[in-house]
């Protein structure tokens, strides 16, 4: 015969009464519902948050209704009220339980419906393809799975708190996930310089995920959230399952929903997902003390009008501001208000003096002598897509 003793002993130590409150929303986990003739419909499940008592209205976000409730029984007893970790039945008038199989009930107007959402992430060393912006992934919060666009961002300095995050800030766009911390792939940038193909973040940078869902969800807040591609085809070596009961084809962690938006815009018009460029060129000839002509900054099809007045430096020393093409070839023209330095201008004139080797080209001790480097940054959701500094 077995000794329970020590078992039991060991358990015991575990055991705890939970810390429960009738306190905020009502918020109920529906896991089965099913008719009762002359009576109404019954939902079972248990109650996340708050209270309820017979006779109060309750809504079922999914349905996009709200109900009465008539009666309520915990272990076949009648109940008049259930809160916090009850356990409970509540019999409600009249619907349709096959639309219901498990969803969330709550007080009217409890849970949201948004089309956004924004979410901090990171990417399981089991998924081989990068996660690149623009991609859309199945987004599952809940009971619901919903196909969404990502637009991937994040920042150096760790939020000050959980579950928190600060729309007053800017953002550093990501033309991808992180591989891990620190870690970019190549041809990937993070508020980096455009003709840069590999950089190095800071390990301490946070990722954060813009999900805009293809339709309305139901969410609440702190919500799990699970991201995965599970129109992959599980026979191939995509990905390795991340923990058991979950789909081989995760992307990243499950994490928590940081914020929920009723539209899209409500994140655009706020946090400013920032793009830092890098652009460099090289001034071609001296014009006077005062006025260089540059190149290579700009295609021949660029709208220079997008960069006047923005400010460059020259390698150098001096500073300058873009004043406007020069020619249709993507030359341009830079002013430098304090005039350019002695050795800069015989550097120039001298650099000049060795000619072109054919006409149309110049030398390649002109392409190597004074480099310009213009830097900027733009916000991603400015629809007027301004250029700052």
Not at 79 to 90: F, K
Request: charged share 20%; glycine share 8%; hydrophobic share 35%.
């Amino acid at each position: 015969m077995c000794n329970l003793a020590n078992p039991r002993t060991v358990l015991s130590r575990h055991l705890f009464v939970p810390q429960r409150s009738g306190e905020g929303s009502f918020l109920y986990a529906v896991d089965h519902c099913f008719p009762i003739r002359g009576q109404g419909t019954v939902m079972t499940g248990t109650v996340l948050r708050g209270s309820v008592q017979v006779n109060d209205t309750v809504e079922i976000p999914f349905l996009k209704t709200t109900k009465k409730v008539k009666s309520m029984q915990m272990f076949h007893q009648p109940v008049q009220q259930a809160s916090q970790g009850d356990r409970v039945g509540i019999c409600v008038t009249q619907f349709d339980a096959k639309l219901v199989e498990r969803c969330l009930v709550c007080a009217p107007g409890g849970l949201p419906s948004i089309t956004a959402g924004i979410i901090q992430v990171y990417k399981i060393p089991y998924h081989k393809s990068p996660c690149t912006t623009g991609s859309k992934f199945h987004i599952t919060i809940g009971h619901e799975t919903v196909m969404a666009k990502t637009t991937f961002f994040g920042c150096e300095q760790p939020p000050l708190s959980a579950n928190t995050f600060d729309v007053s800030r800017s953002y550093l766009f990501q033309e991808q996930m992180l591989e891990s911390a620190g870690k970019l792939t190549k041809a990937s940038s993070v508020a980096q310089p455009s003709s840069v193909e590999s950089s190095v973040v800071s390990g301490s940078q946070t990722q954060y995920a813009l999900l805009e869902f293809e339709k309305p969800v139901i969410c609440a807040a702190n919500s799990l959230v699970i991201g995965a591609r599970l129109d992959i085809d599980a026979y191939i070596q995509y990905c390795v399952c991340l923990c058991q009961h979950v789909s081989d084809s995760l992307s990243w962690c499950p994490s928590s929903l940081l914020g929920g938006l009723r539209v899209p815009e409500e994140f655009l018009a706020t946090a400013e997902g920032v793009q830092a460029q890098n652009k460099e060129g090289v001034v071609e000839r001296i014009q006077d003390e005062r006025t260089v002509i540059g190149r290579g900054l700009f295609k021949r099809e660029t709208k220079i009008q997008s960069f006047l007045g923005l400010t460059v430096k020259l390698s150098s020393g001096e500073l300058g501001i873009i004043e406007g093409a020069f020619g249709t070839s993507g030359k341009f023209r830079v002013n430098i208000p304090d005039g350019l330095r002695m050795e800069t201008q015989d550097l120039l004139q001298s650099s000049k003096k060795k000619g072109k080797t054919k006409e149309g080209e110049t030398s390649e001790s002109e392409h190597s002598s004074i480099k310009i480097t213009m830097t900027f940054r733009r916000y991603v959701f400015d629809p007027e897509k301004k250029l700052v500094q």
